[in-house]
């Protein structure tokens, strides 16, 4: 009997809806055997030419641009939800409506109501869900949480993760939509999303915090006529203060305006008996210091152990294309889709599922809440 064939609906094809079909393709290479076959079939975005050019592109049937033609066609199976985030509520409750498989781009939505209209529907979904938290899913920090876990570190004491840009340091960058108010944007939803998820995943929850936002500069050109500028009406930057439930503290910190940065997600966890440090701008690694190892003579064997994670990933994964070949920032992407088609081909729960993403924006709303009022505020959980 032939395998089923998994039919894909792909909603909005930027940036990200691109990294989601690459991770389709690219999967059979990484993944033997593949969780299950699947075949795109459906391209969503907002203009006919753009939609058509991506089902050229992917070899697609259809190119739309109704996420409804996609969320309601009962021959699709799995829908992605890859467009800006004020646009995500009303896909992801249509696609939970007709019992849609969903894998959804970070955030989940673009505010908290938002998440609690769809936590309010979950009751009656029987889909599997999950987000696209790809920085869960490197073997260097699939390492750190089973070190955590293992008791390696001790109590945990103090903690800093931060998650840094610099593209908006320039004033004549142009202002995208994912720094605009009207989209739901700002760096809380695009970059904090990611650094406080790894953060409560690793060591949360994450009890209160108390947070500042930034703007650089308060109008920027835009981005189809760089003579007009636009008023920046989302925050360039935000540090926060965070206290866990465990009792210990931290900094989380996220930005878009730290020159000579590109793409440097980090964190350092520091316990009563080690301490843990990466640098996805290096995610072949994960480093552990063992303060229990002997410190003499001359030092011992105490010190920072780089740990070669690389593409260790367990089976079903391939050796392809080393597993010691240096890894790349892709790469978890395709973890992470790779996590979803096996709870799917597997009918259960995947991790981190919708309940995760409507956890993250009670977070991501105490982070704004706190910056407003500038004070602690407890995370509702």
Known sequence: MAAKIYRVG??????????HAYGYAALPFYCDPVPLVARITHVVASRQETAERARQLLGAD???????????NPAIDIVHICTPNHLHKDAVLSAMHNQKHIYCDK???GSLAEAVAIEAALKDYRGVAQMTLQNRFFPATLRAKEMVASGALGKPLQFRACYLHGGSADPEAPLKW????????????????????????????????????????????????????????????????????SGAVGTIEATKIATGTEDEIRFEIHGSRGAL????????????????????P?????????????HRYSAPATTFPSPKA????????????ANFLQAVAENR?????????????????????????????????
């Open 349 to 381: 729960p995947a991790t981190p599922g919708l309940e995760q993403g409507i956890a993250l924006e009670r977070l991501m709303d105490s982070v704004l809440r706190s910056a407003a009022s500038r004070s602690w505020i407890d995370v509702g959980r």
């Open 178 to 245: 994912k720094l605009t108010a009207a989209a739901k944007g700002g760096v809380v939803a695009d970059l904090a999303s990611h650094v406080l998820d790894l953060v409560d995943w690793l060591l949360g929850p994450i009890r209160r915090v108390c947070a500042v936002t930034h703007i650089a500069y308060p109008d920027r050109p835009a981005p189809d006529n760089p003579a007009l500028r636009l008023k920046v009406d989302a925050e360039d930057c935000v540090v926060v203060l965070a206290e866990l439930a």
């Open 10 to 19: 792909i909603l909005g094809f930027g940036f990200i809806g691109k990294v």
């Open 62 to 72: 259809v190119a739309t641009t109704d996420y409804r033609e996609v969320t309601e």
């Open 277 to 296: 440090r990466f640098n996805g701008m290096d995610p072949h690694h994960v480093e552990f210091y063992d303060a229990q190892a002997a410190d003499r």
């Open 298 to 310: 001359h030092g011992g064997l105490r010190g920072w152990t780089r740990i070669d994670a690389g």
């Open 326 to 337: 240096a890894i790349g920032w892709i790469r978890g992407h395709v973890a992470c889709l």
């Open 107 to 109: 955030p989940l939505t």
